[in-house]
């Protein structure tokens, strides 16, 4: 069965399938094919910075037997050849589509891991080379009946290609050992020399900050290709090298052209509900599903739990374990959605791991080094243009895994960060105060760094600054975000709930700013919304005023915070969320199935505690009945579940009957009906 070449993910090498398969072409059609085949070969450039003996070799060779197709193809014998020599012509079609596919090959991707398989990769070539020697010698030459001129050719091509010895250029060779030799110093803590580590990097083509970048790109594809620990392992120590010769070599830059372009264009982007988490409404690189079902980011879940949380956020429900099974078929989908849309999908590993491959000592202590450089390097900086130039070095390295976030955090960082936050310097230079509250947000991730960030003098203060009064929405965004990662601590959620200021901040950029950041704002306050004495101060801040005037923007983020706010604000939020009740309504109607759930919910609240005049404005809905029924055949199980209790709240309410406060009925009053297979109480009519 054929496999599609959607299958693989981006740049996945892998051969071409005439590199296995014979064309099965009749005769001078497969003569003109390995004439075509050859002149591809003989117009592909050699091999630049390693390999290119090797690969000059074997591209002068097919120059030399195009003439040969050529000659054929120009003065047919006959129309047909025997079966032996049309087997020759397959099998020196087949050889022939090797040899492109492995000079291509060797072409893209990485010149790093390019040299670590030097050796094989030569052999390589000199393997396919005694395979066409072997093609020559079993050349039907009488039947073809070639020029004198031509037939020598031939011949002059199977002697070099029979007389061909492997071959590792001794200059590759070298280059190879030094980067061993270099990777073997830096494990043992000792720095690079800098003139020898510009050397190599410049053999190999790395001569500026654009092609370190692509090369780290590179690599970190490379590992995606490898099926061993070991071969990923190897590749994380070549990162972490280029890292540190990126640094220390070409100086700081700030991000590229082509950065921004890729993050508009993912911020254009509408993330499908389901690949969102339901905590931080980001999208999942790590989902996994807890014991109520439902699912959540791996990271975002385990930092409501470890704030001593018992319960899921969606539902409310109390997890009978706190056990996480990864959602592989999610994820899956995940990838393949960001595969379509042209954005990175990095799958998060553990604190320990980088891609996913557990981290080297190399790896580690070049990324102690290249921290320690950059760190050195801010702290020495004259102007605001180089230190922005760091900073956002160290916000690059800050985004890759927790080691680098530990390293950051560990050379002092933080304090020199907080510099960088005023709105003196957002005024100015709001492309380093962005990059500065980033670095923060990136490195805070890391648990322990949440204490070092609001111990530090200044630090927690200048978030707040930038999420008040921030030069740009990105930076504002960006504060919020920090803003939920450090309320991952219960201790310090309950202290950033105190805050007015926290709190004002979070509610105006929710109301006021682009989506992007409205969401990051709202998660925020979704997590903040999980202490019942910060739920009080949410209500005075306006929170609810401010989601009912987003609902129809962002309607499953603003009804999951309402259904959190209801429930623990009392019956000040009650009477503030009555406003919201037939926007409610819509989402019941037009939401997605987890809305629908979330916004059955808030409904049951207010209309339990907002007493007779509160369920009168329900009612009041055109074709309320007929919605709650929709729910209750289509929607959750909870939101059915919700759904039916609202429609028993209705009736109770049109049959005069007092409500049902306390979720109290009596049992001979109600009825039964099946929907989709489940079973839910009603009252009649």
């Not at 014979?22 to 075509?36: F, G, I």
């Not at 916000?395 to 950051?408: F, N």
């Not at 200048?462 to 965004?477: C, H, P």
């Not at 202290?495 to 105006?508: A, D, E, F, M």
Request: proline content about 4%; glycine content about 6%; overall charge neutral.
């Amino acid at each position: 069965m054929a496999v599609s070449p959607q299958v693989f993910p981006p740049r996945k090498r892998r051969p071409s399938a005439g590199s296995f398969i014979s064309p099965k072409l009749a005769d001078m059609n497969l003569v003109q094919s390995l004439l075509s085949l050859s002149q591809e070969i003989s117009s592909l450039k050699p091999l630049q910075c390693l390999l290119k003996r090797n690969s000059l070799s074997v591209i002068n060779k097919t120059k030399l037997l195009s003439i040969l197709f050529e000659e054929l193809v120009r003065n047919p014998v006959s129309n047909f050849f025997s079966p032996s020599t049309l087997l020759c012509f397959e099998e020196m079609y087949i050889v022939l589509q090797r040899v492109k596919t492995l000079i291509e090959d060797c072409s893209n991707g990485s010149k790093m891991w390019l040299l670590m398989q030097i050796r094989v990769l030569s052999n390589s070539f000199h393997e396919l080379t005694l395979e066409l020697s072997t093609l020559l010698d079993i050349f039907p030459f009488k039947e073809v009946e070639l020029s004198q001129d031509v037939e020598e050719l031939v011949g002059l091509v199977r002697k070099q290609c029979s007389q061909s010895k492997p071959l590792v250029d001794p200059r590759d060779e070298f280059l190879l050992l030094e980067v061993l030799a270099m990777l073997d110093r830096i494990e043992k803590e000792i720095v690079p020399d800098p003139f020898q580590l510009k050397k190599v990097v410049e053999d190999l083509g790395l001569r500026d900050n654009s092609s370190c970048r692509e090369e780290i790109e590179s690599l970190q594809e490379e590992i995606q290709n490898q099926n061993d620990e070991k071969s990923k392992s190897d590749i994380v120590s070549l990162i972490g090298l280029v890292r540190y010769a990126n640094c220390v070599l070409f100086g700081s830059s700030t991000a590229r052209q082509s950065d921004h372009r890729r993050r508009k264009s993912m911020s254009d982007l509408t993330i499908p509900a389901d690949f969102r988490c339901p905590i931080s409404l980001e999208l999942m690189r790590d989902p996994v599903v807890v014991a109520t079902g439902q699912t959540y980011d791996r990271e975002s879940i385990n930092q409501w739990i470890d704030s001593g949380h018992s319960t899921c956020p969606k539902t409310g429900q109390n997890l009978a374990h706190s056990n996480l099974i990864s959602n592989r078929s999610l994820r899956n989908l995940i990838a393949m959605w960001c595969r379509e849309q042209g954005i990175p999908f990095e799958a998060v590993g553990s604190n320990e791991k980088v891609n996913g491959v557990k981290a080297t000592k190399a790896a580690f202590e070049a990324t102690k080094m290249t921290v320690s450089f950059l760190v050195n390097k801010l702290s020495g900086s004259q102007s605001m243009e180089a230190a922005n130039g760091v900073i956002y070095e160290l916000r690059a390295l800050s985004k890759t895994d927790s080691d680098s976030r530990a390293c950051i955090a560990e050379a002092g960082a933080i304090p020199t960060l907080v510099r960088y936050l005023g709105s003196d310097v957002g005024s100015h230079h709001p492309n380093l105060q962005v990059n500065a509250v980033t670095t923060i947000l990136n490195i805070s991730i890391l648990e322990a760094n949440k204490t070092r960030i609001m111990e530090t003098d200044g630090a927690l203060n200048g978030v707040i600054e930038v999420l008040r009064s921030g030069a740009t929405w990105e930076a504002k965004g960006n504060a919020a975000a920090t803003i939920f990662s450090l309320s991952g601590v219960h201790a310090y959620k309950k202290s950033l709930g105190r805050k007015t200021r926290v709190i004002k901040g979070l509610v105006n950029l929710a109301k006021d700013g682009p989506t992007n950041s409205q969401r990051d704002a709202l998660v925020a306050i979704l997590n903040l919304a999980g202490d019942r004495e910060t739920v009080g101060r949410l209500v005075e801040g306006g929170v609810i005023e401010m989601v009912s005037g987003v609902i129809d923007e962002l309607p499953e983020e603003v009804v999951t915070i309402l259904e959190a706010v209801v429930r623990r604000g009392g019956l000040a939020a009650i009477a503030a969320a009555v406003y919201a009740i037939k926007k409610l309504a819509v989402i019941l109607r037009e939401g997605s199935d987890n809305s629908r759930e979330s916004a059955a919910a808030v409904l049951v609240m207010i209309c339990r505690k907002g007493g007779s005049e509160v369920v009168a404005e329900l009612a009041t809905i055109p074709g309320i009945e007929r919605i709650l029924w929709e729910v209750m055949g289509n929607g959750t199980m909870r939101g059915r579940r919700k759904a039916a209790s609202l429609l028993r709240i209705l009736r109770r309410w049109a049959a005069g009957l007092d409500l049902d406060t306390n979720n109290v009925v009596d049992s001979s009053s109600m009825m039964t009906v099946t929907v989709n297979n489940t079973s839910i109480p009603v009252l009649p009519a």
